[in-house]
């Protein structure tokens, strides 16, 4: 039934399910680049959304009115400003082309760097059944 869904309705949905961003671009990669695409965005609108959502609910707190802060991910601002800039300015096709590719790139080195962050020995400790897991699924 899910090969019956749209690359955006794919998108949407993983972009709504997986809990981290790298993990929404890793999926929706797996399945073409038009799900990666919506993924993406759906995941960071929930991002950009839970900023807000935690200010009513700690306003909404009377023990916590006064000393919790709320902090923003800097990433989150930035994916605003773009939206914002590419909404209200054409950019050229070239530049646009190169962006793409610079941020292909950056997502792949935040991948090496969660790559980087895989501690071996807690990976042995896990024992042979979630690596036989993860290669059945992988195949």
């Not at 749209?6 to 929404?24: C, D, F, L, R």
């Not at 399945?31 to 960071?44: D, E, G, I, Q």
């Amino acid at each position: 039934p899910w090969a019956s869904l749209s690359p955006k309705i794919m998108g949407i949905y993983t972009g709504a399910t997986v809990y981290e961003v790298a993990g929404v671009v890793a999926a929706g990669n797996a399945m073409s680049p038009a799900v990666a695409s919506a993924a993406l965005l759906t995941k960071l609108v929930r991002v950009l959304l839970l900023a807000p959502f935690l200010v009513i609910l700690s306003r909404m707190s009377s023990e916590n009115a006064r000393s919790s802060r709320v902090q923003t991910p800097w990433f989150a601002f930035a994916f605003f400003g773009v939206c914002l800039a590419s909404s209200c300015v054409q950019v050229p096709h070239v530049i646009s082309e190169r962006l793409s590719l610079f941020s292909t790139w950056c997502t792949a080195m935040a991948m090496v760097g969660l790559g980087l962050e895989s501690d071996l020995k807690s990976i042995q400790r896990m024992g042979w059944r979630p690596m036989l897991l993860a290669t059945v699924l992988f195949l």
